[in-house]
């Protein structure tokens, strides 16, 4: 689609066409330009004369040979250069009166908030806060269309007027500019409070000692792409309040957050979390603010085999304390002892858990050779009712991943980098997604997620990555010499160009290899981990989450400005007809309909693969967690099916090698029909078997969320089964009375 038709299709009503950047108008600018054909400036030239006339273009001809009915005094490229400087000011100025109208009606709700008496009153308070929060949601896509227009006005400028090239010194000038580089979420945490205001939450009790009967714990990882930032965060706030530190300002919705990795020269740690080996630990140092650290947490995260997943356990201590802990020198009795003190007043328990967790700590550090080697940088937004783990989650943007080697230690006392230094390109890679994790603990009878977050799953924006890890991704780039191994996502064609830019290539295929377009290993096996696929798949356009149009965009009937995102009241994509026949047209092409076949089947129904326009959001996303036993409980069904069927097949068998084919014996006959409908009915126990095996090892596989069962199969083939007995029993019946009857009346002859 060209960008002109995509700019007229998107505009908001509500700001009309002239608050956009004149495409056209700059589009024919460039146009004209190119025809002259203008010549390059001498750059080594330093001496003007106002009396020369201008030197000829790259055809040989002057620019005043052309007329000015052909060109026009307008057409020009300092036009171009004046016209590209007055839009950048109107979407600049334009974006500020917006964002201060947001902010007003913000400051007029918060006045309200104290006034509110009736159930009337307050869902009038709720439906202005969410006018303002779709407003402020249409604000930012009208920047990123002015963003990308801009881009592709000076790309296309460069391409057609390479003698002066202007693309890289406006796209910084962007960058610098407000309505690009300007923080606006504070608009996010006042919306946040109103939010929490309105559903009236309540700071729980501090339980985190408690022990619970029952509880189920998950954590998953999604990637988001930039430009559904915002949206996430709105659908997430609505239900949960942005949670801020206690170093917070509160004037931002995230904080800076740091955390250095430690591991040895063979990355022991990184091997060992990458292959996910029982017990395997990562240690890390972090600190929160963008300041020098003052307070900073050491934490060990601990690798189980369970369904739990993952222990974490952290102490806090003072930055002067963390070459100690480095060194193997910290004092722990006496740390202990203060924490029995009145000052701090802990339990006996909680101080044995102390110094149990700092003592093995500093142990494996000194004997692992653990050094600094990888930070993580970020800015998160936290939301979680405080005391309230039922459901956390939080946003990291801005996330880039920084070497730790290659500088003085000085004895562990440097044990983070210089922040006043430069890095090199291959010190540190910046990842082009946020990340958002969602962690939840269910506790008492109702083991379901809220419908909320369930929604949000399904909602399209996000793209769940397995077990993603920065610290991995980090060390796989930024490492590439010392690593036996990588994860599987740096295949993923989204951030190939990153990896390249972090000159990271060795650990990617290479761009012109034909025989594979991923790495050895898990992704030539399965073709479902990548989210936005690799090179010779590359559904960076198209994919729009793990829901059920993942499969119809990958085959390429549709792609994701088809897809209708519909949060907070706007349509963010426009779903038109054609899409929605594309993918009804892939589903009948891909599956059985719902007849007959497909209700005793529901593998082949429409609702187990993917629905129509319409119904795009109805998929789940997670993806489950597969035991090894699955595997052999799939295998050990199918085998129990073959057992019954073999059986059946052996009794109809008998019975066909016990009678006598030539006789006129109505009971001989009917033995033989009912020994062809059981060697039918286990020939459909076979071909049944067979099919619900690989239907449902497939779904193992690809860790589709769902029902794995078949709830009508084996109700069709019992039925038809007990149909067979029933109708052989009454036929019995039926031929021994008459039998008898018969006899009887020969007796009396």
């Given at each position: 689609m060209k960008f002109r038709q995509h700019l007229s299709e998107n505009v908001a009503p509500e700001y009309g066409f002239d608050a956009y950047l004149a495409y056209e108008r700059l589009d024919e600018i460039i146009r004209v330009v190119s025809?002259?054909?203008?010549?390059?400036?001498?750059?080594?030239?330093?001496?003007?004369?106002?009396?020369?006339?201008?030197?000829?273009?790259?055809?040989?001809?002057?620019?005043?040979?052309?007329?000015?009915?052909?060109?026009?005094?307008?057409?020009?490229?300092?036009?171009?250069?004046?016209?590209?400087?007055?839009?950048?000011?109107?979407?600049?100025?334009?974006?500020?009166?917006?964002?201060?109208?947001?902010?007003?009606?913000?400051?007029?709700?918060?006045?309200?908030?104290?006034?509110?008496?009736?159930?009337?009153?307050?869902?009038?308070?709720?439906?202005?806060?969410?006018?303002?929060?779709?407003?402020?949601?249409?604000?930012?896509?009208?920047?990123?269309?002015?963003?990308?227009?801009?881009?592709?006005?000076?790309?296309?400028h460069d391409k057609h007027i390479p003698s002066k090239p202007i693309k890289a010194f406006y796209v910084n000038r962007m960058h610098g500019q407000s309505w690009v580089r300007g923080d606006y979420s504070d608009v996010v945490v006042r919306l946040s409070s109103i939010y929490s205001s309105l559903r009236n939450d309540q700071v729980n009790v501090d339980n985190t000692g408690s022990k619970s009967q029952s509880f189920l714990r998950s954590t998953t990882k999604y990637w988001v792409k930039t430009e559904d930032v915002s949206r996430v965060k709105y659908a997430i706030l609505r239900h949960l309040p942005v949670f801020l530190q206690k170093t917070s300002t509160g004037e931002s919705d995230s904080q800076m957050t740091n955390s250095v990795y430690l591991d040895n020269d063979q990355l022991e740690l990184y091997h060992g979390r990458l292959d996910k080996t029982p017990g395997a630990i990562a240690l890390r140092l972090r600190w929160y603010g963008a300041g020098d650290p003052k307070v900073v947490f050491v934490e060990r995260k601990t690798h189980r085999e369970k369904w739990t997943g993952e222990v974490s356990e952290k102490k806090e201590i003072d930055e002067s304390e963390v070459h100690q802990?480095?060194?193997?020198?910290?004092?722990?009795?006496?740390?202990?002892?203060?924490?029995?003190?009145?000052?701090?007043?802990?339990?006996?328990?909680?101080?044995?858990?102390?110094?149990?967790?700092?003592?093995?700590?500093?142990?494996?550090?000194?004997?692992?050779?653990?050094?600094?080697?990888?930070?993580?940088?970020?800015?998160?937004?936290?939301?979680?009712?405080?005391?309230?783990?039922?459901?956390?989650?939080?946003?990291?943007?801005?996330?880039?991943?920084?070497?730790?080697r290659g500088y003085d230690l000085k004895g562990m006392r440097n044990w983070h980098r210089d922040p006043s230094s430069v890095l090199a390109a291959n010190e540190i890679t910046r990842f082009p997604h946020a990340v958002l994790e969602i962690k939840l603990e269910l506790t008492g009878s109702n083991m379901t997620p809220p419908k909320w977050v369930t929604d949000l799953q399904n909602s399209g924006m996000l793209y769940e990555v397995h077990k993603f890890s920065k610290f991995i991704h980090g060390c796989a780039i930024l490492l590439p010499e010392d690593v036996q191994s990588v994860p599987y996502w740096v295949d993923d064609a989204s951030i190939r160009e990153s990896i390249i830019a972090s000159d990271g290539q060795r650990i990617l295929v290479d761009a012109n290899s034909i025989s594979?377009?991923?790495?050895?290993?898990?992704?030539?096996?399965?073709?479902?981990?990548?989210?936005?696929?690799?090179?010779?798949?590359?559904?960076?356009?198209?994919?729009?989450?793990?829901?059920?149009?993942?499969?119809?965009?990958?085959?390429?009937?549709?792609?994701?400005?088809?897809?209708?995102?519909?949060?907070?009241?706007?349509?963010?994509?426009?779903?038109?007809?054609?899409?929605?026949?594309?993918v009804e047209s892939a589903v009948h092409d891909d599956c059985c309909d719902d007849t007959c076949l497909g209700w005793v089947f529901p593998c082949c129904t429409r609702d187990n693969i993917f629905r129509t326009a319409a119904e795009l959001n109805v998929a789940p996303t997670s993806v489950q967690k597969i035991e090894p036993k699955v595997f052999f409980a799939n295998e050990r069904t199918y085998l129990h099916w073959l057992h019954h069927a073999i059986v059946l097949a052996s009794v109809a068998s008998g019975i066909l090698a016990f009678t006598d084919q030539d006789t006129e014996d109505r009971q001989m006959k009917w033995a033989i029909y009912y020994a062809l409908a059981l060697l039918t009915i286990s020939l459909w126990f076979c071909v049944y078997a067979l099919h619900i095996y690989l239907w449902r090892a497939e779904r193992i596989k690809t860790r589709i969320p769902g029902h794995w069962d078949d709830p009508r199969g084996p109700l069709v083939l019992g039925f038809v089964l007990?149909?067979?007995?029933?109708?052989?029993?009454?036929?019995?019946?039926?031929?021994?009375?008459?039998?008898?009857?018969?006899d009887s009346t020969l007796t009396e002859l």
């Amino acid at each position: 689609m060209k960008f002109r038709q995509h700019l007229s299709e998107n505009v908001a009503p509500e700001y009309g066409f002239d608050a956009y950047l004149a495409y056209e108008r700059l589009d024919e600018i460039i146009r004209v330009v190119s025809q002259t054909a203008p010549a390059s400036a001498d750059l080594t030239n330093r001496q003007v004369s106002l009396t020369m006339p201008p030197p000829t273009n790259a055809q040989g001809v002057l620019p005043q040979s052309r007329s000015k009915e052909n060109i026009g005094a307008d057409y020009t490229d300092e036009n171009f250069l004046k016209t590209m400087d007055e839009q950048m000011a109107k979407v600049e100025s334009f974006t500020l009166e917006q964002v201060t109208a947001l902010r007003a009606s913000l400051k007029q709700i918060e006045g309200e908030l104290s006034s509110l008496t009736t159930e009337k009153m307050r869902s009038n308070v709720e439906n202005q806060t969410d006018k303002v929060a779709e407003d402020f949601l249409r604000l930012e896509k009208y920047v990123n269309i002015n963003f990308m227009g801009f881009h592709k006005i000076l790309k296309k400028h460069d391409k057609h007027i390479p003698s002066k090239p202007i693309k890289a010194f406006y796209v910084n000038r962007m960058h610098g500019q407000s309505w690009v580089r300007g923080d606006y979420s504070d608009v996010v945490v006042r919306l946040s409070s109103i939010y929490s205001s309105l559903r009236n939450d309540q700071v729980n009790v501090d339980n985190t000692g408690s022990k619970s009967q029952s509880f189920l714990r998950s954590t998953t990882k999604y990637w988001v792409k930039t430009e559904d930032v915002s949206r996430v965060k709105y659908a997430i706030l609505r239900h949960l309040p942005v949670f801020l530190q206690k170093t917070s300002t509160g004037e931002s919705d995230s904080q800076m957050t740091n955390s250095v990795y430690l591991d040895n020269d063979q990355l022991e740690l990184y091997h060992g979390r990458l292959d996910k080996t029982p017990g395997a630990i990562a240690l890390r140092l972090r600190w929160y603010g963008a300041g020098d650290p003052k307070v900073v947490f050491v934490e060990r995260k601990t690798h189980r085999e369970k369904w739990t997943g993952e222990v974490s356990e952290k102490k806090e201590i003072d930055e002067s304390e963390v070459h100690q802990v480095m060194t193997n020198t910290y004092n722990i009795a006496e740390k202990k002892s203060e924490m029995m003190g009145n000052s701090l007043g802990k339990s006996q328990e909680e101080a044995d858990e102390f110094e149990t967790l700092a003592s093995e700590i500093t142990q494996v550090i000194s004997s692992k050779q653990l050094v600094p080697t990888m930070r993580t940088q970020y800015m998160r937004t936290a939301f979680q009712i405080p005391f309230d783990a039922t459901v956390r989650v939080s946003l990291d943007t801005n996330l880039c991943m920084i070497s730790e080697r290659g500088y003085d230690l000085k004895g562990m006392r440097n044990w983070h980098r210089d922040p006043s230094s430069v890095l090199a390109a291959n010190e540190i890679t910046r990842f082009p997604h946020a990340v958002l994790e969602i962690k939840l603990e269910l506790t008492g009878s109702n083991m379901t997620p809220p419908k909320w977050v369930t929604d949000l799953q399904n909602s399209g924006m996000l793209y769940e990555v397995h077990k993603f890890s920065k610290f991995i991704h980090g060390c796989a780039i930024l490492l590439p010499e010392d690593v036996q191994s990588v994860p599987y996502w740096v295949d993923d064609a989204s951030i190939r160009e990153s990896i390249i830019a972090s000159d990271g290539q060795r650990i990617l295929v290479d761009a012109n290899s034909i025989s594979s377009h991923v790495g050895p290993g898990s992704n030539q096996i399965y073709n479902h981990l990548l989210p936005f696929g690799h090179m010779g798949d590359d559904r960076v356009s198209s994919a729009v989450g793990r829901t059920s149009t993942s499969k119809a965009a990958s085959a390429g009937y549709i792609h994701a400005e088809d897809v209708q995102k519909d949060y907070g009241g706007i349509n963010f994509y426009d779903a038109d007809v054609e899409g929605a026949d594309l993918v009804e047209s892939a589903v009948h092409d891909d599956c059985c309909d719902d007849t007959c076949l497909g209700w005793v089947f529901p593998c082949c129904t429409r609702d187990n693969i993917f629905r129509t326009a319409a119904e795009l959001n109805v998929a789940p996303t997670s993806v489950q967690k597969i035991e090894p036993k699955v595997f052999f409980a799939n295998e050990r069904t199918y085998l129990h099916w073959l057992h019954h069927a073999i059986v059946l097949a052996s009794v109809a068998s008998g019975i066909l090698a016990f009678t006598d084919q030539d006789t006129e014996d109505r009971q001989m006959k009917w033995a033989i029909y009912y020994a062809l409908a059981l060697l039918t009915i286990s020939l459909w126990f076979c071909v049944y078997a067979l099919h619900i095996y690989l239907w449902r090892a497939e779904r193992i596989k690809t860790r589709i969320p769902g029902h794995w069962d078949d709830p009508r199969g084996p109700l069709v083939l019992g039925f038809v089964l007990v149909v067979a007995l029933a109708v052989n029993f009454v036929t019995k019946l039926y031929l021994i009375a008459t039998a008898t009857t018969s006899d009887s009346t020969l007796t009396e002859l």
